[in-house]
């Protein structure tokens, strides 16, 4: 009975925090998670501002971007090392597989096209359909 009593007692004053002082961490936490995530969708924004973009007369939004992984055929003879300009909607973390304005397209083997590059392009036949 008496080590009952002392168990009782124990869970009754702690040592853990009480649930008021959990739910006050659980909502610093998220304060704080909420906030690292405003933080990086404004340093995101400010990154796109900053970054190369070329509008067409269409109006449609071209970014620079580089070819990733290893390609499958001759057709890319820059390897990747090129900056091409590809459809603002085709590169980024959910980079597509479409067509840079000079009509080079990732291979078989790459995994399509990387980020928006802080870069102007340097491919010259993109660049020839932007200036024409
Ligand atoms: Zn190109």
């Known amino acids: 009975m008496l080590i009952i009593d002392r168990m009782v007692a124990m869970v009754r004053a702690g040592p853990g925090p009480s649930p008021e002082e959990r739910a006050a961490a659980a909502a610093q936490y998220q304060a704080e998670e909420k906030a690292r995530q405003v933080r990086q969708a404004e340093e995101r924004q400010a990154f796109l501002t900053a970054a190369p973009r070329y509008v067409l007369p269409d109006g449609s939004a071209w970014r620079s971007a580089q070819m990733l992984g290893r390609l499958s055929n001759g057709g890319e003879r820059d390897r990747g090392r090129l900056y091409h300009i590809v459809s603002e909607d085709g590169c980024g973390p ?37 200036a024409s």
């Open 94 to 130: 959910m980079g597509g597989a479409g067509s840079a304005l000079c009509g080079a397209t990732p291979g078989r083997r790459s995994v399509g096209w990387g980020d928006v590059e802080g870069v102007p392009a340097t491919c010259p036949r993109c660049l020839k359909r932007v």
